[in-house]
């Protein structure tokens, strides 16, 4: 491997073994948090410590792998997490979402289709769903024993009853396989039904607070909502202006003193395939 | 077009050079070296050691001198190269009453045995800003008393508990003690568990802790028993030869903190303890850890637990610089697809309510 | 200690082919999965339960052994080779390796807690075939709809108490059955009916 002084993928086969049984065990329980002994990485918490831990706990020479962060493949975090694994697990990465046989990514969903084999690696900043309603880790655990989440019902009611509609836009929380509640990472609700019975298997990694879990292949996965105010996603009165696409998740960005908006695709390699 | 924040290898590249080149400084000014760093800013070193969970004087003054002087940052870099260090075993427990104090105090007796030896301390200067530093004059050899080495040093919370006035520290259950940085947290935690994750904490956090409980928000009536520093042996069982040798020496502070306690209804009241060790001379960090420590043991006492410093897992949950520096930051990271998923809502939204203000106009 | 099997010929790229494997299965329940370039069986052992705990298994992780493997071969490979202690008592276990007729019951093993599930066991059962036993169907988490296994030379009554362990759910145990160079996992979250 190109650096020496490390093992190859950077971490300890130790702590690869750990990490595997416990991914082994997110699979095995689709959507629980399944806690982890998580090692200082050296790159920051928050940063992607959780998914980069996982990539190097799955990674070897064999593989493909693409990293995104909002979508695109040359933001910086992306393009410093690929170097990160170029360097230390001497491993081929490509941008385009077919060819990878691992995809790391921050807040999204490629819009390509995902196929059988494929994995796709999360990286998490908060992995307790109800943390927000709930700051007390020895009360969710209870409540996901208990299988209880009215609490999370209640705060979707409330936003219908001041808004007239469920206002939360990212991290929509998904109940997976119909026993645990389970954060997405904060990928926008436009990306929550790409989860639903994905081919592809999905890990989610969270560094800091120390947690891994998992949806295996075509495993149910359902956005909250109620029977009348049924889960919708954002949708957009423009088209992509480079690609046109009207089906993809779309970035908004200021283009002149005047406020001039443009929207193009979120995601890069999909926009790009669609210019070909 | 379209570039927000794509960077790429080159700009990640020219920022790292960047970096370098800050660090470094004006070239005319002679480098800093390690021995420097180590010598005298040795507190520093103390402290990067301490959170950073390595003792290394050497290593820790690398961190110092690569993170610019930002110690947060120093300690980061020492745990993400600690992290990699294979484990040989485990070193037997250190026995402080072994130690050869340089400094010890203790503010419940007049005199204890052993003494009080006041050492090196920030306590007696008086701050005013020492001109002659700036002039590069070099300091005088100060006299220093000979340690009797070959003495035991007793511990002034062991002379306590013999009278029974102070609680025996608490038995361990004889398994050994998880270690914080291979296991997760969880909770309600051990205390050989919080112990640890407050002597890795941040020294900024558990200080404004320990201040609180001083006013009221979790008072737990503290005297320092007794403040030592000093060099302490360590020893190691290597498998092969079955008895134990002594491999180092390191330099620790430990803070023994007594603390009041009314007693409840079967145990008659007595003196409590709130403990703090810390790498090299750290007694800020020392004592602030055992003030904490004492409030964490608020709800095992039985008394009222209902301010931060009591609250076990608000404090351990954040207690740790590098997690908590790393999640702050992280928002520099771009966040503009969620934020586009927001402008779409509230664009909606507001449309809907002009809708409404408008209908109702007319 | 002369005749000590050999474990890993690279540690770091084996162990991670193996684990791909390995995690493959637990996507994939039913699928019969093949260990690429898995060493050969120790003792009694097949190759795929050989590999399966040299990949996985040491010394955080206690291994039950029944008594048909409870063998110096095995003792021995198991601890030049994982580190991991080798333990007396079922419950205290986190990795077993089972006979078909130890697996008649699943009694014992540790199945995790409701607010800690993964703090349970996995078997790994040997058995003579994984593609010639009778015909059974499975449903659940990894499986696109229904998938057919037919591993052979298990009792009946594993799968009574398959069901009941099933029916645990998050707790329970997991099983890897393991056959030659192959092995196929049962998650616990896996409904198998005949």
Not at chain 1, 227 to 236: L, Y
Not at chain 2, 119 to 141: S, V
Not at chain 2, 332 to 360: G, I, M, N, T, W
Request: hydrophobic share 40%; net charge negative; with cysteine.
């Amino acid at each position: 491997m190109p650096d020496g002084a490390y093992n190859y993928a950077y971490l300890d086969e130790q702590t690869k073994r750990m990490i595997r049984r416990a991914i082994l065990k997110a699979v095995a329980v689709p959507g629980y948090q399944v806690p982890f002994g998580g090692r200082e990485m050296p790159l920051p918490y928050g940063w992607g410590t959780g998914g980069i831990q996982v990539t190097a706990a799955i990674i070897g020479q064999d593989d493909t792998l693409k990293v995104i962060d909002q979508g695109a493949d040359d933001t910086t975090n992306a393009v410093s997490i690929r170097r990160f694994f170029a360097r230390v697990a001497d491993v081929d990465t490509t941008t385009r979402t077919e060819e990878a046989t691992i995809i790391q990514t921050r807040h999204r969903v490629p819009e390509t289709p995902l196929q059988e084999g494929q994995i796709l690696v999360f990286q998490v900043p908060i992995p307790e769903p109800l943390r927000m309603l709930e700051p007390r880790e020895t009360e969710t655990r209870t409540l996901h024993a208990l299988s209880e989440y009215g609490v999370m019902q209640v705060s979707l009611y409330e936003s219908i009853a001041r808004h007239g509609r469920i206002a939360k836009t990212y991290n929509y929380p998904v109940l997976v396989n119909g026993r645990y509640m389970m954060s997405p990472s904060p990928i926008p609700k436009f990306d929550n039904p790409k989860l639903d019975r994905n081919p592809a298997l999905q890990l989610y990694g969270a560094g800091r607070e120390k947690r891994i879990y998992a949806v295996p292949p075509y495993t149910p996965v359902k956005s909250l909502d109620f029977d009348d105010h049924p889960f919708e996603i954002e949708t957009w009165e423009q088209c992509c202006a480079l690609c046109g696409s009207k089906a993809s998740f779309l970035d908004e960005m200021i283009v002149d003193d005047e406020g001039q908006r443009l929207f193009v695709c979120s995601d890069t390699d999909y926009c790009e395939e669609r210019r070909k | 077009m379209y570039v927000a924040v794509k960077g790429g290898e080159t700009a990640i590249a020219h920022s790292i050079d960047l970096l370098a080149d800050r660090r470094r400084g004006d070239r005319t000014v002679p480098e800093v070296t390690l021995q420097q760093i180590d010598q005298q800013l040795s507190l520093a070193v103390d402290r990067v050691m301490t959170e950073g969970s390595c003792y290394d004087r050497e290593l820790a003054a690398l961190a110092i001198k690569q993170a610019r002087g930002d110690l947060v940052e120093a300690i980061f870099l020492l745990r993400a190269y600690r992290t990699t260090l294979p484990r040989f075993g485990d070193t037997l427990p250190i026995d402080t009453s072994r130690m050869v104090a340089e400094r010890r105090i203790s503010s419940t007796f007049k005199d204890v045995p052993g003494g009080q030896v006041l050492g090196p301390t920030f306590d007696y200067t008086h701050r005013l800003l020492d001109f002659a530093l700036m002039a590069n004059g070099e300091t005088a050899a100060a006299p220093t008393a000979p340690v009797d080495a070959s003495r035991d040093l007793p511990r002034v919370g062991d002379i306590l508990e013999r009278e029974g006035m102070l609680e025996p520290p608490p038995a361990g259950d004889g398994a050994p003690a998880q270690d914080i940085t291979r296991q997760p947290l969880t909770l309600p935690a051990a205390r050989p568990v919080r112990l640890q994750n407050l002597t890795r904490g941040d020294e900024g956090f558990l200080l404004a802790l320990a201040y609180s409980t001083q006013r009221g928000y979790g008072n737990n009536h503290p005297f320092v028993g007794e403040i030592r520093f000093g060099a302490v042996p360590v020893s190691f069982v290597p498998e092969e030869l079955g008895f134990d040798i002594e491999i180092a020496e390191i330099e620790l502070t430990e803070c023994d903190m007594v603390n009041q306690f009314a007693g409840s209804h079967d145990i008659p009241p007595q003196f409590t303890r709130g403990y703090g060790l810390a790498f090299g001379h750290a007694e800020r960090k020392a004592m602030s850890m055992a003030l904490v420590d004492r409030a964490l043991r608020a709800q095992e006492l039985s008394e009222r637990a209902n301010s931060p410093a009591q609250d076990e897992e608000f404090v351990l949950a954040h207690s740790d610089s590098v997690e908590a520096s790393g999640f702050v930051q992280h928002l520099k990271l771009p966040h503009y697809v969620d934020f586009q998923s927001e402008l779409v809502v509230v664009r909606a939204l507001r449309a809907e309510v002009e809708a409404r203000v408008q209908q109702a106009a007319e | 200690m002369t005749d000590l099997a050999r474990g890993l010929a690279d540690p770091a790229h084996d162990a991670q082919r193996l684990f791909r494997a390995v995690l493959d299965g637990f996507s994939h329940p039913g699928r019969i999965v093949a260990l690429p370039q898995a060493p050969a069986g120790v003792g009694p052992l097949s190759a795929a339960a050989t590999a399966f705990v040299l990949t996985l298994v040491d010394r955080d992780t206690p291994l039950w052994l029944a008594p048909a493997f409870d063998r110096d071969a095995v003792r021995d490979f198991v601890r030049f080779h994982t580190g991991a202690p080798i333990v007396a008592r079922e419950a205290e276990a986190l990795f077993a390796l089972l006979t078909p007729d130890r697996a008649a019951t699943l009694d014992g093993f540790a199945i995790g807690s409701d607010p800690y599930p993964d703090r349970s066991a996995t078997l790994i059962v040997e058995v003579p075939s994984l593609s010639t036993g009778p015909e059974r169907f499975l449903r659940g988490p990894g499986i696109q709809s229904r998938t057919t296994a037919r591993v052979d030379g298990l009792p009946d009554s594993f799968w009574s108490e398959w069901k009941a362990n099933n029916a645990l759910f998050p707790c329970g145990v997991d099983v890897v059955l393991t056959a030659c160079s192959e092995l196929l996992a049962l998650p616990r979250g896996i409904v198998v009916e005949a």
